[in-house]
């Protein structure tokens, strides 16, 4: 951001709303694209085609839903309260939005240089809960405000887990900033910190179980974080027919699904920058570059976006108690062992 | 008699007034949500009235009614006793061959009629093929409360497989109207043994399959083992048959029990819960039971198509029917437990009264019985397993 000092403001200003908006372009891309994607893998899971007549083998369908979107009535219920149910969805994708800022999609590309980067995105997804609990009052349904409540206090303890996870991820590359991690792993597949990140020999191969077990915990939390199965309890089909969204419809239902994917990537991003090398190709100096780089977090990305459809075509969903008792008694105790565990292996 | 014990409640708390720590009182309060009758986890128009404190369920009451169809005063203005025979198919739309079986059976005791053993067998194997049927969309269903959408589709898929035989067999898909009193429709046509027995052959590793993927997976026993216990004695005081009861693991079939048509002669076993899992007679059992079921179903079909005799599909009975004044019960073990169609004759050409003993009905009332104390994503699994088919239920 550094070249863009000497421009003034109103250039400034341009400079930064063209630069802020190519994010919304690639979250509106990627939406189609895994909606697209969901839908064909949830299909061939279950021994069917899915849309075959839109296109070829149906890829223009997801713009034909959008289209659809568009045109939908805009129906608000009479006993809803109006002002918190139209702001709702907006906060729910700003703090999406929001956190996209902190992500590197490339060696020349991060939308804000913070140092706290990581904990900036923890911070402001975490308005997220904030538009659910708001949708979910205001759409004045007792179903809605089960899916709303559920919705809150899973995020806010599956936070936990996620975190401790970050910080395990912290301190291997010491920084917040991910560019700097993604730099810290620059030398290929084996400097991930997945495994184990440019350490001693010695090092790495203690550290190795630690880290791995950390980043799949880190990847179940940030199921749960995004509301996928097995832990989609705040949108319990079989239950709560669509949790705290059962009243929107529209283009503000649209805002809350295309949220709901523009999250499945922003978790797998993170898990990305500080596991599996950012932008940094697994071959280390070959094949790198910054439109390279681009190429291989989106890979990678779209790659833990897959498992978490895979996973959500396969399993059951659990129950609310089983959820808490999931991240409270399993996962957190665990990444309390890989962290005491890990800090002892870099002391050494 | 069995004295019915105080019911098991795994989440028990006492609504009332809440001491916070600073000493003050909070007020809680009960609050009444409606699951139905429009939503997706009552299998049809269910309205369950749900009395929750949070999460936990403290009262449950069913409303039924939005399917009645007055079955019962329409079979008695009916011109002859043939044309029940296509309202029984609309009782459970899941399994019309069992209820056609009922009340066949039923006319044909009054009638005092012997039976080809032809069409005793073909009634077997159509029986047994639709108790598949019917169980593959309760297992399948049952996933989709479970919040595993594929295994739905799996089952589905397997189920199209039998409706192409009946198809084959009689036109229909759904509504057979193929069993008529003193035999059938239409003969089996010639091609139906070979493609049954090809049916078998797959479907058997298709079980093995679904069980792999929602039966024994983790989270599913997680959350059906110990949920929903319905126990022995109290199976007994509310009346429930079929898997239901042998969920709770008693064994009692009435194939074996009551026996009517040839099931005598085949060899196969009723399959009972034994708490592999939890606790005998939880959420599991009864979808176990439903699983093993299919591959003793399978097994009658082979054995019923190896010793499938020649002969007429219909036998000799008067062109208008007239049974002698007098009463008659005759129940049959369909896939949710025991229809029995109680019918009264005056002696004219029409049923003087017809009352079906309607198992989905029956099995209906244990719900709130069983549900109280759980959650309500415990509820939706337990009206899955009770498998209630609202056409039976209202009737």
């Known amino acids: ?348 | 008699m069995i004295e019915t014990k105080s019911l098991p409640t795994q989440y028990a708390s006492q609504p009332g007034p809440v001491q916070t720590s600073s000493g003050k009182t909070l007020r809680t309060d009960e609050m009444i949500i409606n699951m139905g009758p429009q939503h997706p986890s009552t299998h049809g128009v269910l309205r369950l009235e749900i009395v929750v404190e949070g999460e936990i369920i403290i009262d449950v009451i069913p409303h039924i009614g939005y399917l009645h169809r007055c079955f019962e005063k329409h079979a008695e203005h009916m011109t002859n006793y043939q044309q029940v025979i296509p309202y029984c198919d609309r009782l459970d739309y899941c399994a019309a061959i069992n209820d056609e079986h009922s009340y066949v059976l039923a006319v044909e005791r009054m009638l005092k009629i012997e039976l080809p053993e032809r069409v005793e067998y073909i009634r077997v194997v159509m029986a047994e093929l639709q108790r598949i049927a019917s169980h593959l969309i309760a297992v399948g269903t049952f996933g989709i409360d479970a919040g595993a959408f594929t295994p739905f589709l799996y089952a589905f898929h397997d189920r199209e497989l039998i409706l192409d035989l009946f198809e084959m067999t009689c036109g229909a898909r759904l509504l057979y109207n193929y069993f008529w009193i003193g035999g059938l429709s239409h003969d089996i046509p010639p091609q139906f043994v070979d493609k049954a027995k090809q049916f078998c052959t797959y479907f058997r590793p298709r079980i093995k399959e679904f069980n792999d993927l929602l039966t024994y997976n983790e989270i599913f026993v997680k959350r059906t083992a110990n949920v929903g216990v319905l126990p022995k004695d109290v199976a007994l005081n509310y009346a429930c048959s079929g898997p239901m009861l042998r969920g709770s693991g008693i064994n009692w079939d009435l194939r074996r029990d009551d026996p009517y048509s040839v099931y005598h002669k085949l060899q196969w076993e009723p399959q009972i819960g034994k708490g592999e899992m939890g606790t005998v007679g939880d959420v599991w059992d009864r979808h176990i039971v439903r699983m093993r079921e299919m591959e003793v179903s399978l097994s009658i079909i082979e054995q019923a198509l190896a010793a499938l005799p020649e002969g007429n599909v219909q036998a000799a009975i008067p062109k208008r029917i007239r049974p002698d004044a007098g009463e008659v019960y005759a129940r049959t073990e369909t896939p949710r437990g025991e229809l029995g169609f109680y019918v009264i004759s005056d002696g004219s050409g029409t049923p003087f009264r017809v009352k079906a003993r309607a198992p989905a009905f029956v099995n209906l009332s244990v719900l709130p019985a069983i549900s109280r104390g759980c959650m309500i994503a415990d509820l939706v699994l337990i009206a899955g397993s009770v498998d209630i088919v609202l056409g039976q239920v209202d009737r």
């Not at chain 1, 027919?241 to 929107?248: A, C, D, S």
Request: charged content about 10%.
């Open chain 1, 1 to 348: 951001m550094d070249a863009f000092q000497n421009l003034g403001f109103w250039r400034t200003l341009l400079v930064t709303v063209v630069l802020s908006a190519l994010p919304l372009v690639f979250i509106l891309l990627y939406a189609l694209v895994t909606i697209y994607l969901e839908m064909k893998v949830a299909a061939h899971v279950q021994d069917r085609l899915a849309y075959m007549r839109t296109g070829w083998h149906g890829v223009l369908q997801p713009i034909a839903d959008f289209i659809k979107l568009l045109q939908k009535e805009d129906i608000i219920s009479v006993a809803a309260d109006r002002k918190l149910f139209i702001l709702a969805p907006y906060i729910v994708f700003m703090g999406t939005y929001g956190a996209y800022a902190a992500i590197p999609f490339s060696s020349i590309f991060i939308g804000a240089q913070i140092d706290l980067g990581a904990f900036f995105i923890v911070a402001i997804s975490s308005l997220v809960v904030v538009g659910i609990l708001m949708a979910g009052w205001a759409s004045n349904n007792k179903w809605s405000i089960f899916g709303a409540v559920r919705s809150v206090a899973q995020m806010v303890s599956y936070e936990i887990p996620t975190v401790l996870a970050i910080l395990v991820g912290v301190m291997i590359t010491g920084s917040l900033n991910l560019q700097e991690v993604t730099k810290f792993q620059a030398g290929g597949i084996q400097d991930w910190v997945i495994f184990g990140g440019p350490l001693p020999l010695l090092q790495k191969l203690l550290i190795t179980p630690f880290t791995v077990i950390t980043f799949l915990i880190l990847f179940v939390a940030s199921l749960a974080e995004v509301n996928r199965t097995p832990f989609d309890l705040p949108e319990a089909e079989s239950e709560l027919v669509q949790g705290f969204f059962t009243e929107y419809s529209g283009m503000r239902w649209a805002l809350f699904y295309v949220a709901e994917y523009a999250n499945m990537f922003l978790v797998s991003a993170v898990a990305v920058a500080y596991f599996l090398g950012g932008w940094g190709s697994p071959f280390g100096e070959t094949l790198s570059g910054p439109v390279l780089g681009f190429f291989w977090f989106v890979l990678k990305g779209m790659v833990l976006v897959f498992l978490q459809i895979w996973l959500r075509w396969t399993l059951p969903r659990l129950r609310v108690d089983q959820l808490m008792y999931t991240a409270w008694k399993v996962l957190v105790p665990f990444l309390f062992v890989c962290i005491v565990a890990i800090g002892l292996i870099l002391v050494l």
